[in-house]
Every structure is written in C-alpha cells, then in structure tokens.
C-alpha cells in the first residue's frame, strides 16, 4: 500500500486528489493537510465527498508515515516551503506547481508520461505538468517528432473556471463568467517555458528550435491565445501547423506515437470536451486544408490536466499498474 499525504488539501486540485486516492486500490491517504480547516472534516469542504469519507484535515505534516507526499499549492509555494520544512530523503515528492517544471538545479522529473515513463519510473522528485501544457504538448509532440514544426504554430485554447484555483477573482465569480468568453495573458502564458522544453526534445536534429513568442526574434514559435471558458471544468485547444506532409502519412504517424498511451487517443472523428470532463483522457483529432494542418486535443484540467496525470505519475513511480484508481468514465450527456 502506498502511503500518502497531501498539502493544500482544501483546493480544487486536493478536493480532485482526494476523491481520486479514497478509490485508489493500492493507496492510502494518511494526512491531508490544511492549516485553515484543520480539525474539519474533508467533507466539509470538498461536499460531493460526503459519504465517501471521514478524513479531516490537520495541521500537522507526518512525513515520516508517508511514502509519497502531493505538493498541492499555488505557483512558487512549493520552492519557498522546501526552503522552510526537511522532507525525509526517501520520501518521494509530486509537486503541482510550476516550480521544478523547467530543467535547472535541480532533480525534478517532468511528469508527462507519454514520452517520460522511464525517467518517471526512476524519479524521486516530480514537477507534474501544467494543464494547457498537457493539452497543447499532447497534440503537438508527433508533428514535433516529424519535423512538421518549421513556421509559426497558431494555438487557440479555452478553458474551464476551475482553471483559476478556488480562490475568488474578478473573473471567476458566477455573474462575471457566465455566458461570458474573454482572452487572457495572450502570447505570454507561463506553460510555453514547458510547451517548448518538451517540444524541442522531441524534434529531429535538423528540425529548428521551438520558442515562445516572448524570445525576441526567435522564429518558429509557438504563438499561443487563452480563453477563459463560461464552464467548470475542461480544455479545448486547437492547433495550426504549416505542412505539405499528406494527412494519411500525419494520422499514421500520430496513432503510432499513441499506440502504448494509456490514456491518450487519437481519434478519427471529430473530437469534442464532453468525451474527456471528469476522465484521465485526453483525446486527438487532425485535419488538413490545404497546406493548413489543424489539431484538435482536448481534456480536463483537474484531471489529465492535474491530478489525475500526477496519480498517473506515482503508480509509474512506484511500479504498479499505471490505470489503477484512474479507470473513469465521462458523462453520457
């Protein structure tokens, strides 16, 4: 049994861990931490888990009872806690932020399965990638494998509130979001660091390097608009790459770059977010016009796109079945 304890407890991605880990065959939660609700229980806050647990929240970190511990926290958290706190060396660590996701002094592991199983498999340390990241590398890394990634690449994303983290904004409140569709950080979203890092290790070595349109000059980019969606939860992401490469040729090569992908599917139809909100799926469609290659990939960004993927994660890290406590189904409607 895996033994496992959670900090940032009381947010959207701890609620969606929690719910994951109380059904994980081979899992135990031995502390979900919260300094603001300790002594609550879990319920009390996380209510679609009433009845599916008596876990409460506490302010204490037991790190010498855990195996694995999840860092659910908001972005430059996780760095500042280690700075603070001694995790036991064999205590191995999944971070949700974005802290460790770009190669640098240190030993994080960045955690998308579907070209990093094997150093996963090996990783004491993980940095679990960010949802748009997800979405986008996903249906970007074949065509970045074949050298298709020579001009600009246009990508258009929208995604759910929950994207936003539970605490209230302007933009996140009922009233505001509802019937409502608005660009945000456009050209300049923090995922493309990671989006690039991933996409550059896959290219051919003939191919030219991928860069952000934030690096001056640097030519191809990946030119990337986000749109905050009137819905809770999901990504649709679309994207353009210039390619005179036949569309039977593409498909071919995408089925087999997903073939062993657990929860990665290219489909041969058109793809829509219903088929993947409250799943570990992220789902790939490709069509070509003209020289105008567009890809479409979708997924939901507590799961796939969060947590989910981080379970995904520690069942690699800790060699068992990588689907266990992630075989979910989407809604019929």
């Known amino acids: 049994m895996i033994r ?3 900090l940032g407890a009381a947010g959207y991605t ?7 880990l109380i059904n994980h065959p081979q899992a135990e939660i031995v502390f979900a931490n919260s300094e603001s609700n300790a002594g609550n229980a879990v319920s009390d806050v996380h209510e679609g888990l009433y009845g599916e ?6 302010d204490k970190m037991l790190f010498d009872k855990v195996d694995v511990v999840f860092f659910c926290f908001g972005h430059g ?6 700075k603070e706190h001694s995790i036991p060396s064999g205590v191995k660590i999944i971070d949700m932020a974005q802290d460790f996701r770009i190669k ?3 030993d ?9 199983r094997e150093t996963i498999s090996k990783a004491q340390h993980l940095a679990n990638p960010g949802c748009f990241a997800t979405c986008i590398q996903l249906g970007l890394l074949p065509a970045a494998k074949m050298g298709l990634i020579t001009d600009d690449v246009m990508v258009n994303g929208i995604t759910g509130s929950t994207g ?3 605490k209230p904004g302007s933009t996140t409140h009922f009233s505001w979001r509802n019937n409502n569709m608005s660009t945000y950080k456009a050209f300049t979203h923090q995922h493309l660091y990671e989006i690039c890092q991933s996409l550059n290790e896959v290219r051919p070595g003939e191919a030219p390097v991928i860069s952000s349109p934030i690096t001056e000059g640097s030519s191809p980019s990946i030119d990337f608009i986000p749109y905050r969606g009137d819905f809770a939860r999901g990504i649709f992401v679309t994207e353009v790459v210039k390619t005179d490469k036949p569309i039977d040729e593409i498909v071919a090569y995408y089925k087999g770059f997903y073939k062993d992908a657990s929860f990665t599917h290219y489909i041969d139809k058109d793809i829509n977010m219903k088929q993947v909100v409250n799943t570990n799926k992220c789902l790939i469609h490709c069509e070509k016009y003209g020289d105008k290659l567009m890809i479409t990939s979708t997924i939901d960004n507590l799961l796939k796109g969060a947590v989910g993927q981080a379970v995904q994660n520690m069942n690699i890290m800790f060699g ?4 266990a406590g992630l075989k979910l189904k989407a809604s019929a409607f």
């Open 4 to 6: 496992v304890g959670i």
């Open 164 to 166: 936003a983290g539970q």
């Open 77 to 82: 958290k996780s760095e500042a806690f280690l």
């Open 108 to 116: 994080y592991v960045y955690g998308l399965p579907e070209i990093h």
């Open 53 to 58: 647990t008596d876990l409460c929240f506490t």
């Open 320 to 323: 068992i079945d990588e689907t």
């Open 14 to 20: 701890g609620g969606e861990l929690i719910r994951l």
């Open 104 to 106: 640098g002094d240190h």
